[in-house]
């Protein structure tokens, strides 16, 4: 007899709890109540155990934590397609900076913000790393759609609307840290943006300011040969060996990209107890590089993957990224059993929220963690037969076959057979309003 009143249970065909590594469950129930999981147990025996405000049945479904996006900058979705085909340099320096130089504004990154917002929820991402200007109205927008954000307090030396140097970048984006402390969705770090961006003196106050506060550090970093190459001439060492000279490594930071990294670079990573954010697609289509994964995950470096700004990668998708980590890495090691389907769904979950120091609340379908949930379905011919849940996860299934998606126990969108998706509080005619708003005004900087 059901005797426990509790919020919510989910049936699923398949969950995959990522924690252990591996693991299939079967017909199984995710039991939630006040936003968090608090068991996890046969369908039967949850169904005699317990009486939920609300049952879903996903017969036809996987069920997996919910996916984290361990670095983008989700304003710049309104920057999609903006320049494409162009190399890094002459596609910040010609087009990008020059679009934020004249546009960069509250509503920009807001509206920016809440359509990436949109974008992600519909992909099963519930968290996201960012890393932009005018942080407090980026956390309006994830406030809005119900999403956890980690937001970058970015650092640079040059002005922008923004801000007028690396000192008012700083007040400017603790002063927004102020403004949502308390938020339960929110959370913080320093964000110096690049090491050719950021001077000795800055990456100090950067430091400190991280120790005082407990805040973590996201950082671009050995994103291209040029960087390298630059550092060596002006600082004689590569960027990493200046940043722990300096005492910026250390487990708190997560240094996005990393194409760059040798075998040097990688010991570094590894002693120091860094993460990196691997980018895959945004890499390739910049022509930046590949990272070297398979060597950090083999000296323990924790990897994470994230799909960069929609104005560099086109697409906030993790299901192509977790696919094109896996696949590159088997490309360019010539061993098909490196990143396997496993790993590289641990790097999009379990891997990001470690790199966030969150790993003890999302990441994973485990007793006493948050209820951050993504239900995937399989049904449609394209996606059949299935074999193996966690490689069908990996190489067969897309975002497009998200079902539903809880953010603390919250259902925040949810997607029918052949229909539009719904979302808890975000309204399509308000998305509308915005890309025409904003395609008209940066339409001039395109390549």
């Known amino acids: 007899m059901s005797n426990?009143?509790?919020?919510?249970?989910?049936?699923?065909?398949?969950v995959l709890p990522?924690?252990?590594?591996?693991?299939?469950?079967?017909?199984?129930s995710v039991v939630v109540n006040d936003g968090a999981i608090i068991e996890v147990l046969p369908i039967e025996q949850a169904r005699q155990k317990y009486s939920p405000a609300q049952r879903i049945e996903l017969s036809e479904h996987i069920l997996i934590p919910g996916l984290i996006n361990l670095h983008t900058h989700a304003a710049m979705t309104l920057m999609r397609g903006l320049a494409d085909d162009v190399p890094l340099m002459p596609w910040l320096s010609e087009h990008i900076w020059p679009a934020e130089k004249q546009?960069?504004?509250?509503r920009l990154v807001r509206d920016g913000t809440l359509l990436g917002c949109a974008?992600?929820?519909a992909g099963g991402i519930t968290c996201f790393n960012d890393m932009y200007f005018y942080p407090h109205a980026t956390a309006e927008a994830a406030i809005q759609s119900g999403m956890r954000a980690n937001l970058g307090l970015v650092v640079l030396e040059f002005p922008l609307p923004y801000a007028n140097d690396a000192d008012d970048y700083l007040q400017k984006g603790l002063e927004a840290r102020d403004s949502w402390r308390g938020q339960p969705l929110l959370s913080s770090s320093l964000a110096p943006h690049a090491p050719y961006t950021v001077s000795n003196h800055t990456f100090e106050k950067v430091m400190t300011y991280a120790e005082q506060l407990g805040l973590g550090i996201h950082i671009h970093l050995h994103e291209t040969q040029e960087e390298i190459r630059q550092s060596i001439e002006q600082y004689g060492v590569r960027p990493l060996r200046r940043l722990a000279d300096l005492g910026?490594?250390?487990?708190n930071l997560v240094a996005a990209h990393c194409t760059c990294a040798d075998e040097a670079d990688i010991k570094i990573l590894a002693e120091y107890?860094?993460?990196?954010?691997?980018?895959?697609t945004s890499n390739l289509k910049l022509a930046?590089?590949?990272?070297?994964?398979?060597?950090?995950?083999?000296?323990?470096?924790?990897v994470g993957i994230g799909t960069d700004g929609a104005a560099s990668n086109n697409r906030l998708d993790m299901f192509a990224e977790m696919r094109m980590?896996?696949?590159?890495?088997?490309?360019?090691?010539?061993?098909?059993?490196?990143?396997?389907?496993?790993?590289?769904?641990?790097?999009?979950?379990i891997n990001g929220a470690r790199a966030l120091g969150m790993d003890d609340k999302i990441g994973s379908i485990e007793i006493g963690k948050l209820a951050d949930l993504t239900a995937v379905k399989i049904s449609s011919p394209e996606t059949l037969p299935c074999f193996d849940p966690i490689s069908h996860l990996v190489y067969v299934l897309g975002r497009e076959h998200v079902s539903h998606v809880w953010v603390a126990g919250d259902l925040r969108y949810q997607k029918h057979d052949d229909q539009n998706g719904v979302y808890a509080s975000i309204e399509p005619a308000e998305l509308k309003e915005i890309t025409s708003l904003w395609q008209v005004k940066l339409n001039q900087f395109k390549a």
């Open 4 to 14: 426990i009143e509790i919020d919510l249970v989910i049936e699923a065909r398949w």
């Open 18 to 28: 990522v924690i252990p590594h591996g693991q299939v469950l079967e017909r199984v």
């Open 103 to 106: 546009l960069i504004s509250p």
């Open 119 to 121: 974008e992600m929820l």
């Open 248 to 251: 910026i490594l250390g487990p």
């Open 273 to 280: 107890g860094c993460h990196v954010a691997h980018c895959p």
């Open 288 to 302: 930046s590089g590949i990272a070297p994964v398979a060597a950090m995950v083999s000296k323990h470096v924790n």
């Open 325 to 349: 980590a896996a696949l590159l890495a088997k490309g360019i090691t010539g061993d098909a059993t490196v990143v396997s389907a496993a790993e590289a769904l641990q790097m999009a979950t």
